[in-house]
């Protein structure tokens, strides 16, 4: 059982550049989101999804895209990355609002 | 508007030192709350729940609606207590989402 699980673990990015950040979990949840972590700023939400092709904003989300085709999987897609994005992004997973969240291991991102 | 507010970047203790890491929120209703850690280079991972009302690994944390806080605490710190420790609020709506206070930094000298 491997949880959530987050790839890649470390990438750089040039300005203007795309990449997918890919996030999959393995215990059938329901909900899933992408939050990033800034020094000072603690976790935000970027997107969310209660369900496969259900998905909805959350406080951070321009210059971000996601889908969810599957149960499985919630991608990130970074359009044309910004230095501003520079960050660790977290994916996770849960069956509810008052229950454990369970965390990938993070992607550490660098735009330069 | 929800919001968790945690005052403190960084709180430095010795071994043995009781802890209380201070987490105050803003939300219109029950407010569901959660304490995550993160220790070095680990994901995080839920420390407590106030619905559950347990202590793990020695800390408590009592829900305070009239003073909407929820202060995490331990008697005695240990030094395998060094980690990063964010208070979470439900963001409610059967969504899933969490709301993140800023994150405190503990350190526990030896």
């Known amino acids: 059982n491997a949880g959530v699980t987050q790839t890649p673990k470390f990438q750089v990015l040039k300005t203007g550049q795309s990449m997918t950040l890919q996030c999959a979990q393995d215990m059938n949840h329901e909900y899933m989101s992408w939050y990033r972590q800034d020094p000072g700023m603690g976790l935000r939400l970027i997107h969310y999804?209660?369900?496969?092709?259900?998905?909805d904003q959350g406080e951070v989300p321009n210059g971000y895209n996601v889908s969810r085709s599957t149960t499985e999987d919630f991608p990130l897609r970074l359009l044309s990355a910004a230095p501003s994005q520079t960050s660790v992004y977290f994916c996770?997973?849960?069956?509810?609002?008052?229950?454990?969240?369970?965390f990938g291991q993070g992607t550490r991102l660098t735009v330069v | 508007a929800q919001r968790v507010t945690q005052p403190e970047k960084l709180l430095s203790v010795f071994k043995g030192a009781p802890v209380e890491l201070k987490c105050n929120y803003s939300?219109?209703?029950?407010?569901?709350l959660f304490w995550y850690v993160q220790y070095s280079r680990q994901r995080l991972q839920l420390l407590l729940r106030?619905?559950s009302r347990e202590s793990i690994k020695g800390f408590t944390a009592d829900l305070n609606k009239g003073e909407t806080s929820f202060h995490l605490k331990k008697p005695f710190a240990q030094e395998e207590d060094s980690a990063m420790y964010y208070c979470a609020l439900s963001g409610g709506g059967n969504t899933g989402k969490l709301i993140f206070g800023q994150g405190t930094t503990l350190q526990v000298k030896p």
């Open positions: 996770a997973s849960s069956t509810g609002t008052a229950v454990t969240a369970f």
């Open positions: 999804s209660v369900g496969a092709g259900i998905t």
């Open positions: 106030h619905i």
């Open positions: 939300y219109s209703g029950s407010p569901e």
